[in-house]
Structures are given as C-alpha cells and as structure tokens.
C-alpha cells in the first residue's frame, strides 16, 4: 500500500511539475519577441482563418510562436473576434497585446505610392482613394516645402480621418527614416548634395526600369554633367510639357508619351535639351533603387542611351552609333 502510494504521489509530482513547466514554457512563447519598438504593417484578408493568421504573424517576427498564438486566441475566445483590416504591429507587442489589437478593427487606409510620380500623382491617389483633401491646398502645401523627390514611394497606412499636414508628416517622417538615415553610409561617400542626388534620381527614375540600367545611366548623366554636355533626358521635357498643360488640371496626361519637336524646344528651365546642367528640382519621386544608382553609379564607355520600341534600352559610345540605334530602335 505505502508503494502504491509513493508511486502515485511521485507520478502527482512529476506531473505537477511537467506542468508547471509547460505553463512556463507557454508563457516564454508568449513575450514579445523583441524590444524593437518599429512598427510595422501587417494585413489580414476577408476570410483569413486562425491558422493563417498566425503563420503570416510568426513569418513576419511579430510572435515567437505560431503554436503558442493560436492556442492564446483559441482558449482566450479571441479568435472569434479578429477583423480583417490593415495593422500597424510591433515586436515589441505581446502575443496577448497582439491577439487584442487584431479584434478591433482599423481606421487606417492602405496606399501603395510606386516610383516615379509626380506629386500632383500622388495628391490625385490620395482623393480617389477617399481623403478628404482639397487639390489646390495639396499643389500649395507641397510646392512650398518643395517636397517634389521626398514624397517617398512605399505602402502607407494613413488614418482615414488625416488631414493634409498630417499625411505629409507620415511622408517626410518614412523619407526621413528610409533615405536620410536607411542610405547614411553611401550619402557619406557622395560628391554631390541631397537635393542634386534626388534630382539626378528622378530623372532615372522616369528613364529606366532595371537595377543594371539604372546605374549605367546614372553613370552616364554624372559623366555628362562633368563633361558639361547637356543631359538630354525625354522626362525632363515631358515634365516641361504636362506641367504647362496641366497647370491647373486635376486628371491629366502627367507623362506624354509622344514628344514632338516642337516639344524638345519649350522654354522651361527643366527642358535639358536646351539648358545645360541639372533641372533646378526632382520631376517625381525616386524609389530606393534609382537613388542607390546615383550614389554608387556604373562606369561605363557609353555616352549615350535610347529607349527603343523593343522595350530595351540602347547604349551607344559615340553620336553615330546612337544615331544608328535611332534608325534600328526607334522607326
């Protein structure tokens, strides 16, 4: 009986101890995974399950475990509760904190910015996407801060509800953090200023399309600009083009594809066929890769590039080789 009784009292034991152990090992699961304190934007979709929801959590280092996230949202009776919507996140959030967030739903509207618009574009994006803005004040406010280069592409998640100051700040706030601070090690090994880098990327923003094509050409623009050649850019005079035309136009061509010689004369500083040197601002927005270009270019022996009617651009070394690749490319 007194064996009976020590082996149950050893197996209560163990038990409550396994246990124990379990509930610790749980509760570790559950701590954030980080003190990172960044957030970041975490989407669920209409008719995401509990089981997705988690897996898309711990792939993005917002939980440490899937398993201990589920079994939280399962036994709390949270998991009846979560919302589709657009979340800001933070690894410095608890599982707990986590669970609780994702069943309140959100205010915020995701805007995806690609590169290379104009920041008459990105006005035109962010009413017809609902913000209850004034088009005139958008022109006013970001010509004034001369924010032409710094309205960085990204996805945002903006409050419904934000006024034009308020999306403005979330902008320079992300430029801020992802060029100034994100890039501070190659703006260091840089000749040139902030303003001439992004105006140089903007224009290899609107020129090209590959990682490898846009260092060749921005290393081809520096190369004319120290040489004194004028730059020639087709963006520069489309910019030209559409900013007279479009004054005071909401829905515009803000970049005609066809450009006519009479175009390639306009009188505006920004035409680069006319005036030597760099237009006196960025035409649009540069993303990460064209800025990266102008800070670490690609030498090259080529002076010159097209676009062709093939989707390929050309280079060419000499003016009679790009004048060949205008007969063989272009007509």
């Known amino acids: 009986m007194r064996k009976k009784t020590a082996t149950f009292g050893f197996l209560l034991y163990f038990f409550l101890a396994l246990t124990g152990f379990a509930f610790l090992f749980f509760n570790i699961q559950l701590q954030p995974v980080s003190n990172e304190e960044e957030k970041v934007p975490f989407v669920i979709q209409r008719g ?13 280092r ?13 036994f709390s009776g949270y998991y009846k509760k979560i919302q589709a919507g657009n979340y800001l996140l ?3 959030f608890s599982t707990q904190e986590i669970g609780k967030i994702i069943t309140k739903g959100t ?43 710094k309205l960085f592409p990204d996805t ?8 034009i100051e308020k999306i403005l700040e979330i902008f320079q706030s992300n430029f801020q953090k992802k060029v100034v601070e994100g890039l501070k090690g190659e703006w260091k090994k840089s000749e040139l200023d902030q303003e001439k880098v992004l105006i140089l990327a903007s224009l290899v923003e609107r020129e090209a399309k590959t990682k490898k094509d846009k260092a060749l050409i921005a290393g081809i623009l520096l190369k004319r600009l120290k040489n004194q050649w ?21 829905n515009c061509q803000w970049w005609p594809s066809f450009l006519s010689n009479k175009d390639l004369q306009i009188s505006s500083p920004y035409n680069t066929y006319l005036h030597p040197g760099l237009p006196p601002a960025p035409i649009c ?23 062709g009617k093939d ?13 060949q690749n205008k007969i063989k490319y272009l007509k």
């Not at 399950?49 to 993005?60: F, I, P, Q, R």
């Not at 540069?286 to 800025?291: H, M």
């Not at 102008?294 to 590039?305: A, G, I, R």
């Open 48 to 60: 995401e399950n509990l089981l997705t929801v988690g897996s898309h959590l711990k792939e993005k």
């Open 62 to 74: 917002l939980v440490r475990s899937k398993v201990a996230f589920i079994l939280w949202e399962f």
């Open 90 to 92: 933070s690894a410095s």
């Open 107 to 149: 205010d915020d509207q995701k805007i995806t910015v690609i590169e290379g618009l104009r920041s008459e574009e990105i006005g035109q994006l962010l009413i017809e996407s609902g913000f209850n803005l004034n088009w005139e004040e958008w022109l006013e406010k970001t010509r004034a801060l001369k924010l032409e280069g």
């Open 156 to 163: 945002y998640f903006i409050p419904k509800k934000s006024g």
């Open 230 to 250: 004028p730059l020639q850019v087709d963006a520069t005079v489309q910019y030209a083009v559409a900013s007279k035309l479009c004054a005071k136009s909401f």
């Open 285 to 307: 927005n540069p993303g990460l890769d064209s800025i990266k270009s102008v800070l670490n270019p690609e030498e090259s022996d080529f002076w010159f590039y097209l676009s």
């Open 311 to 323: 989707g390929v651009i050309h280079y060419a070394k000499t003016n009679k080789e790009h004048e």
